[in-house]
């Protein structure tokens, strides 16, 4: 009788530990931080990326569990790379943090937990709390349209609002900075993107209330 109890105490006390450390692990991989690998950096790097900075970059998706992938940006949108302004959430959390301090050039292995990923809901074809990894290739980086500098410097006529022909201009000066100047469609692209996300009452013109969207001087 005296060994039974023992032994059921015994049991008792490893299932507990056991949920405890399921508990646990369940936190530490939601809590979980997102991991870099850097598969390629070049050797001369002009400008790191850091938040409110214009990216162009091709991202491939895949399960950590399995290593099925689930997006591939080459051949999604006619293949073109992505454009997105960084750490303003346009791109989910873990891409917003892996993508930080990055040269144009630079390829990169991103392993993102799902709390910074696709949460417990998950995105179809992405389950529910899944782990996640991005190889990331970025093509440039420039001085983002989201910072408050930048919104002065294009807002030439200091009417606290941007035109389209603003914009494009500083786009222009941005690339020729870089040695890089491109045709007039490359820069209609960026800003056609600009307006469609950021122009919420469609009145052509993109107020510093519209702009500055999280509030914040500095994005």
């Not at 949920?19 to 931080?33: F, H, N, P, R």
């Not at 790191?48 to 689930?70: E, P, T």
Request: proline share 5%.
């Amino acid at each position: 009788m005296m060994l039974r109890l023992v032994s059921c105490t015994l049991c008792l006390l490893l299932f507990s530990q056991l949920s405890l450390w399921c508990v646990l692990a369940t936190s530490a991989e939601l809590d979980g931080e997102v991991q870099i690998e850097v598969l390629f950096k070049p050797e001369e790097c002009t400008q790191k990326s850091k938040r409110g900075d214009l990216m162009n970059v091709h991202y491939d998706g895949f399960l950590a569990q399995d290593g099925s992938q689930f997006y591939c940006s080459r051949s999604d949108k006619a293949g073109h790379p992505q454009w997105f302004v960084l750490g303003v959430g346009q791109v989910i959390k873990g891409l917003d943090k892996g993508m930080e301090d990055m040269c144009p050039g630079e390829k990169r292995k991103i392993t993102i937990p799902s709390a910074l990923a696709f949460g417990a809901t998950g995105k179809d074809p992405v389950p529910p709390n899944a782990t996640v990894v991005f190889e990331v290739e970025v093509y440039s980086v420039s001085r983002g349209p989201r910072s408050m500098e930048a919104f002065g410097q294009m807002d030439v006529d200091r009417d606290r609002s941007l035109t389209k022909a603003e914009v494009k201009a500083y786009l222009k000066v941005e690339y020729e900075k870089s040695g890089k100047p491109r045709d007039d469609p490359f820069y209609e692209k960026i800003m056609a993107d600009i307006f469609r996300k950021s122009d919420q009452d469609s009145d052509g013109l993109i107020s510093a209330k519209e702009y500055n969207i999280y509030e914040h001087d500095e994005l």
